[in-house]
């Protein structure tokens, strides 16, 4: 006997067709609700084909109308407009051709074109097919899925789409997403309407987690409303949900959110273990997509006091090369006798002291617990390294290698990339070379560290090659570029002028997301509006006063004695000066500040600042322009913090709400540092022999500093000038050459 679910449909494609037809969600929630309240009287549940569903209402008996209720005529109309929608046979063909298969961006075409207007399914079409031409490839041959689509619209720019602004690539890739959303089998929307017509033992379910969510988490809410819906679609019940479907519905998640939504899905998994604990269902439990950290934390007291001590021993002896010790600890108490010839503190003679970053003596620490814990954790080392000369064993440090190595495989794969195994990885050769300073300077014997040093040159991915010395010895050659990957691609798409264009315009874009309010006419900025004006006042500083680093910018005091800004009362220029006790290189800073950015400045401090004053808890008297939580004082050394309600802004934080706005607003994908590299850019497209100029602007102490990060860009520099000179030698040499035919007749006459 045939199937002729196959053939005419079953309820489920009913279904399907009504998620395809233009109408209103609580309209679709309501007649879909009327499907499977009339499918559940007819059956008791199960599927029937639509042709029997729809028959029954033309011959509704009375003992059918006592079982869907009250409602029953409510119902019964709502089924019949299931039928209209089930009668349009393109709509119908498409949900049939849909089932049981990975849908396609020609499917997705279609379906916009069924439940889109003329207008915008042509719009949409069109934006779907440059997708796939920017992948060389038709759209019949990639799969519609969100999983597989985000990625590509991420690494989208306004160029690739054809268009010239950020605002017009955001309405395609909102056009994309939504026809893809109509195909896409793991879709669901979430709505609170919608949780209307999933089964009883779904909504009792998600009233416990309900009850288990703190109100304000309105985002985990709806991750388990997401959750039921795709469940009861794929005919699952709270208890029958296996791992697999977490981890696809955990994909998704990650897939069409933001990065912030891992910590929201972790927050859901904790609830739902909790409920699922308590009500004691087989249900499986979240496995919460994990951090990107190359390697799981460690705590500093797990490491064996043996090898603490002698770390911590070395770390008090360090001190920062900017205001640790004031000058007056070096002097003796003799005022007659300066006692410059030894170094005196607390009146006896102390031990030489090591000038390290306090990021550096962090860095330190985090070598040794690192390499600690994945040789505790690594079942070829034997014995377990208990005292820090014990770390310098090469068990212990391939140990170390395999499992950055291990974690960075699972992070590339995880993205759907080939995992490259002979490519170095850098941070396994930082975590080594940290390990070799802290031996070199506890004194540890050169046979145990002569191993490590030349592991460190076989790991360091900037070692291109060796040589055969003169003496006799080895030598190693070293690229000259020092710019990282991730920034160097970031400073790439600035090669297009569009690009260009964009960040210049960037500050004024921003600057008038923020300004919305006055528009709107409300009383004060929200957060989100003074976190647009912050970036802005961020860019115009980068473009048109000077390229801070990103601490000196987290760390700008715009009030007090030690104030960097000296802003004008009226209209006019203003100032910026930083001490070389709080700079890098210990060069300071001293600019003049254009009157346009000075008016921005002025109107933020008014405005904008406190907004984030009153969020961050600030004390009246903070001296920061962009107050927070911080309170290292680097200029003051370990023992300098700031007192809380003082502090500033993390500038890990700054950089991230910066890159945030800059990829929504402009379509730029940067962050604070890659601004500095911006500037020298710029330079040396205009003028390429000013390698002295991005020097000054950016603050370097050495040419040859700013000279290795931009060796590409001299590169580049090398062979237009060569061109150029090129061209005008070969003019000049024609211009002297004098070409004459001379006939054989002539010759001959």
């Known amino acids: 006997m045939l199937d002729n679910s196959q053939t005419g449909g079953s309820t489920a494609d009913v279904i399907a067709v009504l998620r395809l037809t233009q109408m209103s969600a609580n309209t679709r929630a309501a007649t879909i609700a009327a499907v499977r309240t009339l499918r559940a009287a007819l059956t008791g549940g199960p599927d029937l084909t639509a042709s029997d569903f729809f028959h029954a209402l033309e011959y509704v008996t009375p003992e059918l109308r006592e079982k869907l209720g009250a409602r029953h005529s409510q119902i019964l109309s709502d089924v019949r407009r299931a039928e209209r929608a089930w009668a349009d046979m393109s709509r119908r063909e498409l949900a049939l051709r849909l089932r049981g298969r990975l849908p396609t961006l020609e499917d997705a075409i279609a379906a916009s074109g069924s439940v889109l207007p003329q207008d915008a399914a042509q719009r949409t079409e069109n934006a779907l097919r440059q997708l796939a031409a920017k992948q060389a490839t038709a759209p019949g041959e990639i799969t519609a899925t969100a999983v597989l689509i985000e990625p590509l ?14 605002k017009s690539l955001k309405n395609k890739l909102t056009l994309i997403r939504s026809a893809v959303k109509l195909v896409d089998p793991n879709a669901v929307s979430g709505r609170e309407a919608d949780v209307e017509t999933l089964p009883k033992v779904w909504r009792e379910f998600l009233k416990k987690l309900s009850d288990r969510t ?19 679609r794929d005919g699952l019940v709270p208890g029958e949900v296996h791992r697999s479907f977490l981890e696809d519905f955990t994909a998704q998640e990650i897939a069409t959110k933001s990065d912030s939504h891992r910590e929201k899905l972790r927050r859901a998994g904790r609830i739902w273990t909790e409920a699922v604990e308590e009500t004691g269902l087989a249900a499986a439990l979240f496995e919460n997509a994990g951090s990107g950290k190359r390697l799981p934390d460690v705590s500093w007291s797990d490491v064996p006091e043996a090898i603490r001590a002698r770390v911590d021993a070395l770390t008090d002896r360090m001190v920062a090369p900017q205001g640790d010790l004031p000058w007056s600890s070096f002097i003796e108490e ?13 009146g006896a003679v102390s031990e030489p002291i090591l000038t390290r970053e306090p990021g550096t003596q962090r860095n330190l620490r985090d070598a040794v617990k690192r390499v ?16 820090l000369e ?48 802290v031996g070199k300077s506890c004194d540890l014997h050169e046979a145990l560290l002569e191993p490590v040093r030349a592991l460190t040159l076989k790991l360091d991915p900037s070692v291109v090659g060796s040589k055969l010395k003169a003496d006799g010895s080895v030598g190693y050659v070293y690229e000259d570029r020092k710019i990282g990957r991730h920034h160097e691609n970031m400073l790439r798409q600035f090669n297009d002028e569009s690009a260009l264009r964009r960040w210049f315009e960037a500050p004024g874009e921003l600057w008038k997301q923020a300004e919305r309010w006055v528009r709107q006419g409300r009383q004060r900025p929200t957060l989100a509006q003074a976190g647009l004006a912050r970036s802005a006042v961020i860019a115009q500083l980068e473009q048109r006063v000077t390229p801070l680093r990103r601490s000196n910018l987290a760390r700008l005091r715009a009030f007090g004695d030690q104030s960097h800004l000296s802003l004008p009362i009226g209209e006019g220029k203003g100032t910026l000066i930083l001490p070389a006790s709080e700079m890098k290189n210990l060069r300071s800073v001293h600019v003049t500040i254009d009157p346009e950015t000075a008016r921005m400045l002025k109107r933020f401090i008014a405005v904008y600042r406190p907004v984030f004053a009153e969020h961050a808890r600030a004390h009246p008297e903070n001296e920061h322009l962009f107050p927070g939580a911080a309170r290292e004082r680097k200029e003051r050394g370990k023992e300098g913090g700031y ?12 950089s991230q709400r910066f890159r945030q706005h800059i990829w929504k607003h402009c379509q730029l994908r940067m962050d604070l540092q890659v601004m500095r590299h911006i500037a020298g850019k710029v330079i040396l497209d205009m003028d390429p022999s000013a390698m002295g100029l991005v020097q000054e602007v950016l603050g370097h102490k050495r040419i040859e500093t700013t000279r290795s990060y931009y060796a590409e860009v001299n590169k580049f520099v090398a062979q237009k000038n060569y061109l150029k000179l090129l061209d005008q030698y070969s003019r000049r040499v024609m211009s002297h050459v004098d070409f004459r035919v001379v006939l054989e007749q002539d010759l001959e006459n």
């Open 372 to 387: 600690w814990h994945a040789s505790e954790t690594a079942a070829a080392v034997k014995p377990k390294p208990r005292a």
């Open 643 to 654: 007192a809380p309600g003082f502090g500033y802004m993390t500038r890990e934080k700054l």
């Open 214 to 232: 703190p109100d304000h988490a309105q985002a985990e809410l709806a991750i388990f409303r997401r959750l039921a819906l795709r469940a009861d």
């Open 153 to 166: 619209l991420r690494r989208l720019r306004p160029e690739d789409l054809n268009v010239t602004s950020a």
């Open 334 to 346: 003799d005022e007659d006798d300066l006692g410059l010839g030894d170094l005196v503190v607390g």
């Open 390 to 437: 014990d770390l310098f064993t090469q068990e212990c440090l391939l140990a170390t290698v395999a499992a950055i190595r291990a974690k960075r495989r699972a992070r590339v794969e995880a993205r759907g990339e080939s995992w490259e195994a002979h490519k170095k990885g850098r941070y396994e050769c930082s975590i080594v070379q940290a390990l070799y300073s």
